[in-house]
């Protein structure tokens, strides 16, 4: 069972999320994508996670746009398959840090793997511009730059938020005692 943080409703079981989950459900049945459940990505949200809401909420905004709101979920699911533990992955010497390197990476898994339409490319390889010097081709590629940095924010002030509560109980405990 799935969810996008922040969302009501389970993927594979809502009336609502029914045309979303129809748009990517190959994707979510597949070992390669589910894969991505055993790495982190930020703090304690694994790429699988992080890569469900940059997926639905991608899906969200583009429909709402009138863009390709199939390639927004696609694209979404995908743009982070490296398949690596960034954290501790060796670089070879000369290599470019990880921000530059894995859409590249990412794109050339979703490949080995799936049908990978022109547009979903362009928004999965670009999804890190301006990092990607190359200008995004497509309107929905605009968009993934900006739900990738929304759902990152969206991760890490999940993380604080529990951090702070903890922080508070400590210290009421702390107190009581
Ligand atoms: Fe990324
Ligand atoms: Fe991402």
């Given at each position: ?15 609502e999320m029914q045309e979303y989950f ?23 949200v694994t790429c699988f996670q992080h ?85 995004p081709k497509y309107a929905e590629s ?36």
């Amino acid at each position: 069972m799935s969810r996008a943080m922040g969302s009501r409703y389970t993927v594979e079981y809502s009336k609502e999320m029914q045309e979303y989950f129809e748009f990517v459900k190959d994707l979510l049945d597949s070992d390669v994508v589910n894969e991505m459940k055993n790495y982190r990505h930020h703090y304690s949200v694994t790429c699988f996670q992080h890569s469900l809401n940059v997926s639905y909420y991608n899906y969200l905004v583009c429909k709402k746009l009138g863009l390709d709101a199939r390639s927004a979920a696609r694209a979404g699911l995908l743009h982070d398959l490296f398949l690596y533990d960034w954290r501790t992955k060796e670089k070879k010497p000369g290599e470019k840090p990880h921000g530059f390197t894995h859409p590249q990476i990412a794109l050339e898994n979703a490949k080995a793997h799936f049908d990978v339409a022109k547009r979903e490319e362009d928004m999965i390889v670009k999804h890190m511009w301006p990092l990607t010097v190359k200008l995004p081709k497509y309107a929905e590629s605009y968009v993934i730059v900006a739900i990738d940095k929304y759902s990152a924010a969206l991760e890490i002030s999940v993380h604080l938020g529990r951090l702070m509560k903890n922080k508070a109980k400590q210290i009421k405990n702390r107190k009581a005692s």
